[in-house]
T-cell receptor, first 115, second 112 residues
């Protein structure tokens, strides 16, 4: 079982629709959860972070975390063609060596927003 | 505010050589991490430095090493290069713990 799993896609949605991206993780002790967006040929860009169960909204983006189900999701409302990119889920695993910023990344979901 | 700066942007090396990559974090960021990105494996954690100390290390051979200087700048070194080391190497910095990273533009290493 991979530590962080995402559907590789592509996920195709029409412009203006809601895009729903999902991620599951295996380490129950994971503390911090992030969504990164990566355009082709560019480096990843942090778009959302979430640390506790529930929803967190930022503009058109909503991150959802369910630690009991070990599940993180990202909703993008009013999807635009400029949202077309690979979305990477990342998790900070439990590490008994102390504080860490180590992230385990999923392989990413390719989102294509059709005009 | 300047972002994370990585140099060089592109490198071509021959098998068996060694290479040093450089990273300057965002001013005030004390945490620097390095990742390798390949099409097959995705983003893989190499190591993490905080205030000049290696705080965590990924599952890479000892040919991969790094260090952080007192000004938070970091370098990573790969010795005895192999074809499989061809990848995008990304440096990321963070102001503290648990904040998420800002990535640099990366160094594209090609080993021939």
């Amino acid at each position: 079982q991979k530590e962080v799993e995402q559907n590789s896609g592509p996920l195709s949605v029409p412009e203006g629709a809601i895009a729903s991206l999902n991620c599951t993780y295996s380490d129950r002790g994971s503390q911090s959860f992030f969504w990164y967006r990566q355009y082709s040929g560019k480096s990843p860009e942090l778009i959302m972070s979430i640390y506790s169960n529930g929803d967190k909204e930022d503009g058109r983006f909503t991150a959802q975390l369910n630690k009991a189900s070990q599940y993180v999701s990202l909703l993008i409302r009013d999807s635009q063609p400029s949202d077309s990119a690979t979305y990477l889920c990342a998790v900070t695993p439990l590490w008994r060596g102390g504080a860490t910023n180590k992230l385990i990344f999923g392989t990413g979901t390719l989102l294509a927003v059709q005009p | 505010k300047a972002g994370v700066t990585q140099t060089p942007r592109y490198l071509i090396k021959t098998r068996g050589q060694q290479v040093t990559l450089s990273c300057s974090p965002i001013s005030g960021h004390r945490s620097v991490s390095w990742y390798q990105q390949t099409p097959g494996q995705g983003l893989q954690f190499l190591f993490e430095y905080f205030s000049e100390t290696q705080r965590n290390k990924g599952n890479f051979p000892g040919r991969f090493s790094g260090r952080q200087f007192s000004n938070s700048r970091s370098e990573m070194n790969v010795s005895t290069l192999e074809l499989g080391d061809s990848a995008l190497y990304l440096c990321a910095s963070s102001p503290g713990t648990g904040n998420g990273y800002t990535f640099g533009s990366g160094t594209r290493l090609t080993v021939v």
